[in-house]
């Protein structure tokens, strides 16, 4: 198990671009797979995209491909989520989550609200 921390999260415009960290405690940091979701108001969870410990991303939600980034940098314990264009329909809180056993994600943080104005 890791303790996440996520930061960044806060109110912007449509079109701006907020990046957010996500912060590992724990020795197993490194080898774990990491995820971002996020959870709108009124919907169900869904995942944003995830990040193995080599650092190949893959995002998996359509309506962000082209807009969001995912990168990781192992000797600060952190992820990042680099969110450009942003887009009302982005509202929502975001949660980084570590799968460090390779049976799911486990460990959540307590997540990041995204506000985004039209």
């Known amino acids: 198990q890791v303790q996440l921390v996520e930061s960044g999260g806060g109110l ?18 490194s080898s774990a797979r990491m995820g971002w979701f996020r959870r709108a108001p009124g919907k169900e969870r869904e995942l944003v995209g995830v990040i193995n410990w ?24 952190t992820v990042y ?7 009302p329909e ?12 390779g049976t799911g994600f486990a460990s959540w943080g307590q997540g990041t609200q995204v506000t985004v104005s039209s």
Not at 63 to 70: A, D, E, L, Q, Y
Not at 91 to 99: Q, R
């Open 12 to 29: 912007v415009q449509a079109g701006g671009s907020l990046r957010l960290s996500c912060v590992a405690s724990g020795r197993t940091f």
């Open 90 to 101: 982005d509202t929502a809180v975001y949660y980084c989550a570590a799968d460090t056993t």
């Open 54 to 77: 080599r650092g190949i991303s893959t995002v998996s939600k359509d309506s962000v491909k082209g807009r969001f980034t995912i990168s990781r940098d192992n000797t600060k314990n």
């Open 81 to 87: 989520l680099q969110m450009n264009n942003l887009k």
